[in-house]
């Protein structure tokens, strides 16, 4: 009678439980896989500790028992292996038989080398032993007799584990390894993108977060326990994948973070990183939070899934991109940086000379913080300016303002955010120069933040993990943004169209000299809006010695379009060009009537006056011949009008003999004199004056005005006041009416300029009224003047304010006579004589008392006024009156002090 052979089975070892316990994994012909739990026969192993648990203590490992599971381990995890079943044991749990090799004749009794080793003893054998248990007692034997495993005979070498199996701050435990890889083995996989793992060599048992991704998850119940009844789509497959390459496999794990007391890190496994072949798999998606704790690997997972959704792999198989896609010579070009906005927006001028506006993808530049509720109206509603009212503004735009502008950089294309809720469309790009990414080092340094996504919005930076990781490091640091302490504030006094400010400012302008500024908008040609950061203000500031054209403009008061001057938008983008967000040097002389400065701008050393000249896109100003600069100028001038250039291109050079006509038709002077009343001086030595033949009607309009408003007075504060506006508002000294200009409101205080009178106060918003229509057509009585051929002192405050106060003693209260000599813009300059004699100057007569310098005129018509003037002046010289007090004060205005002349 012949032995029945045991069927013999085949399976991959899916995982080592005990040192005599195993999960098989068959190979079924169709359907998913299926799992056995074998334990080896006719053997007993030591039994591993196990976790404490509600119902139970923790307990240790017995001796030898974790080195005969990773006997077994390490000889069988992942290999195919055949197997047989015990049928006689009348239990629940299998038991059989593990062999390692192909066929059964030739395989490796696992049972039997696991007994060899001395890492199991073999159960008692009952009434029919059979060959295989004789054979596995003989084996025994030989390993007792070798004193090999368990039957070493000094048992204090036992190799058992100190398992840590809380660890009590996991923040500190991550520090602690630096994200250095730790020695590890997978123990068990929750799902495809969670595992729990032994930290090898001190037993530390931790739960991990895979860094990067998130597969699907399984549904508990009630218990906690995953749910086999609730299906999610994938969730099995993933955790498959995992199992096959990593359950109780030797890895190394690095420890990036903590989550809900859950580990944060990466699994590093030699055949390959499991989280990019779940990715491209499309088991699973990237994950923004966590992937912002890489270190390395976060631009191959994004590889990986943009596979995954391209081929619409399992999670993406319904995946649409968003967005516009850009491809071609539009995906990635390169271009000089010509402007910066604000902290995440640039123009960068392409080959071709097209200027692009493209923004800086996935980042956020500083916001305004939402205003306190108990901050005070006031501050509320004042003028705001996010480029210097929101903190870190003004850094940010300075950091890409230095480090972009004028510079080529390289631009990709990352997507395209399409037009929505009145905001245009964005072209979103990655922008760097040198290899650097502009957008990552603003995020390091705190001057921008990340913009969040959901989880299934791919128009994002192609280097958004890279930004996140930057972002965590400059949170850490505190810097910029994340500080809380030192906040930039900048107290920026605006200059631009404030009379009164511009004064005060003025002085302190033209004593330092040149002064460092940054340009921050360019009008025209030759108009200019300045941030001067040694005095912290923005100025309005206008080229001197020059006429330029003026480009396209809008009317005041909405009226529409000026149309702009031949030459005047190519004038306009030569300045822009050379001089816009760029550091420059500036001069400043004087001060229209607007408070805007005029003077000479230099950039990288040139003269901006002079390149514009020489470039045929502007002329030299009469004012210009008494500068240092007119040479210069006057030699750009001829070669841009030998070459024809620009606004040149149809000059004919003027007839000798034409010319020669013309000087002498206009030097003689002409004299006009007409009688004024001076009524007001300002400190610059401008002064108001009314025609003497137009008193009456004053006196006339004011009567009829004031009789107006006694009959109707006005309601106090009903009329709210505009800048610019003509209105009504009552003088202090005497409580009546006048007419005034408004020049500048603060909150209840409303500066104004009475137009009949040419003075002018700060008065409450009460003190304003409407003014009647039939009051306003008149032209006003007070006009602006200038005295001709001579200035005030530069440098001495001191003599400047001695020279108006004689000029006021000396003209108050009596007529004069005034001639217009010439103009300046549409300022007259004149001279005044007294009424009585002509004969007598009453400037000349400063001059002569050593209170006024002569502005040496080139004019010919002018040249014996000059001659006079320079005669009283020499007389002052002489007698050392005021100003030559200490000798010629005109030799400091030498070249070797930056003043020649």
Wanted: neutral net charge.
């Amino acid at each position: 009678m012949t032995t029945q052979q045991p069927k013999v089975n085949r399976g991959i070892v899916k995982q080592v439980l005990s040192g005599d316990t195993i999960i098989i994994r068959g190979q079924p012909k169709g359907g998913p896989p299926k799992e056995k739990t074998l334990i080896l026969s006719n053997i007993i192993a030591p039994k591993l500790g196990r976790r404490a648990t509600a119902n139970s203590e923790e307990t240790k490992d017995e001796p030898y028992a974790w080195d005969a599971r990773e006997f077994l381990r390490k000889k069988l995890i992942g290999e195919e292996v055949l197997f047989t079943l015990d049928k006689a044991q009348n239990t629940s749990r299998e038991y059989g038989c593990i062999y390692l090799g192909k066929d059964l004749a030739t395989a490796e009794n696992v049972t039997e080398s696991l007994v060899a080793e001395g890492l199991a003893d073999v159960r008692e054998a009952g009434r029919s032993a059979s060959p295989e248990h004789a054979k596995l007692i003989e084996l025994r034997d030989h390993a007792r007799t070798a004193e090999k495993g368990m039957w070493a005979k000094t048992s204090t070498q036992v190799s058992g584990r100190d398992i840590k199996w809380v660890i009590e701050n996991p923040r500190n435990f991550v520090d602690k390894f630096q994200q250095k890889p730790i020695k590890a083995i997978i123990e068990h996989v929750r799902d495809g993108s969670t595992v729990r793992a032994f930290l090898l060599p001190d037993f530390y048992h931790i739960t991990l977060m895979i860094s990067g991704i998130r597969c699907p998850g399984f549904k508990l119940d009630a218990d906690g326990k995953p749910d086999p009844t609730a299906v999610v789509p994938y969730a099995d497959e993933a955790k498959f994948v995992v199992e096959s390459m990593l359950l109780q496999r030797d890895v190394e794990i690095v420890l990036e973070s903590v989550n809900n007391n859950n580990f944060v890190g990466s699994i590093l496994h030699p055949k390959g990183n499991i989280a990019e072949v779940l990715l491209k798999q499309g088991f699973a998606r990237c994950v923004d939070w966590s992937m912002a704790f890489m270190t390395t690997g976060a631009d191959k997972l994004r590889a990986a899934e943009k596979v995954a959704k391209e081929k619409k792999l399992r999670l993406w198989k319904d995946y649409q991109a968003t967005g516009p896609q850009v491809t071609g010579k539009e995906k990635e070009f390169s271009g000089i940086v010509v402007e910066v906005m604000n902290g995440d927006a640039l123009n960068v001028r392409l080959p071709d000379g097209r200027v692009k506006k493209v923004f800086l993808a996935s980042i956020r530049p500083p916001r305004q913080a939402d205003a306190k509720p108990d901050e005070a109206p006031q501050q509320r509603n004042k003028v705001f300016r996010p480029l210097y009212d929101i903190p870190w503004m003004f850094e940010a735009r300075e950091f890409l303002r230095k480090k972009l502008i004028g510079k080529r950089v390289n631009v990709v294309v990352d997507y395209i955010q399409t037009a929505r809720d009145n905001f245009p469309e964005k072209i979103c790009c990655t922008v760097t120069i040198g290899g650097v990414n502009v957008a990552e080092a603003m995020v390091s340094k705190g001057l921008a933040t990340v913009v969040r996504y959901r989880q299934d919005d791919d128009q994002r930076s192609s280097h958004y993990d890279e930004l996140l990781a930057a972002e965590m490091k400059a949170a850490k640091s505190g810097n910029g943004l994340h500080s809380k302490k030192n906040i930039p504030n900048h107290r920026v006094a605006d200059v631009s169209g404030d009379l009164n400010k511009a004064k005060q400012f003025l002085p302190f302008l033209q004593r330092a000299q040149r002064t460092e500024a940054i340009v921050e908008f360019v009008a025209s040609g030759s108009r200019l809006r300045l941030y001067i950061p040694k005095e912290t203000c923005l100025v309005t500031f206008l080229l001197g010695g020059i006429n330029c054209p003026r480009g396209s403009r809008p009317g005041p008061g909405n009226t529409g379009i000026v149309e702009g001057e031949p030459y005047g938008e190519e004038a306009l983008a030569f300045t822009k060009e050379k001089c816009l967000q760029r550091e420059v040097e500036i001069h400043v002389e004087s001060m229209d009537k607007a408070g805007n400065f005029i003077g000479w701008l230099w950039i990288e050393g040139v003269n901006l006056s002079v390149a514009l000249v020489e470039t045929g896109l502007a002329s030299v100003h009469p004012t210009a011949e008494r500068s240092e600069h007119y040479r210069a100028l006057k030699t750009a001038e001829d070669t841009a009008k030998a070459k024809k250039l620009k606004i040149w291109k149809d000059y004919v050079e003027e007839n000798e003999e034409e010319k020669k006509i013309e000087e002498e038709r206009v030097v003689e002077r002409k004299i006009d004199y007409q009688k004024v009343l001076i009524i007001e001086a300002t400190p610059d030595l401008h002064f108001y004056a009314q025609m003497v033949d137009q008193g009456l009607n004053l006196e006339q309009l004011m009567q009829k005005m004031r009789q107006e408003f006694t009959t109707n007075p006005p309601l106090p504060g009903a009329h709210t006041p505009k800048k610019g506006e003509l209105c009504a508002a009552r003088f202090t000294l005497d409580r009546e009416w006048y007419r005034a200009k408004v020049e500048k409101i603060s909150g209840s205080n409303v500066s104004v300029f009475y137009v009949d009178y040419g003075n002018r106060e700060t008065i409450n918003v009460a003190d304003c009224a409407k003014l009647p229509a039939e009051y306003s057509s008149e032209k006003y009585f007070a006009q602006e003047y200038a005295l001709a051929c001579v200035q005030l002192p530069k440098n001495d405050n001191d003599y400047r304010e001695e020279a108006v106060k004689a000029f006021i003693s000396d003209v108050e209260n009596r007529p004069v006579l005034l001639n217009v000599e010439y103009r300046i813009g549409n300022l007259p300059y004149v001279t005044l004589v007294e009424v009585n004699d002509q004969e007598e100057d009453i400037v000349k007569n400063l001059i002569k008392d050593g209170l006024l310098l002569v502005d040496s005129r080139r004019e010919k018509r002018l040249q014996k006024l000059v001659e006079d003037y320079k005669a009283a002046e020499e007389v002052a010289k002489k007698n050392h009156l005021n100003v030559w007090e200490y000798g010629d004060i005109r030799e400091d205005d030498a070249k070797e002090f930056g003043l020649g002349r």
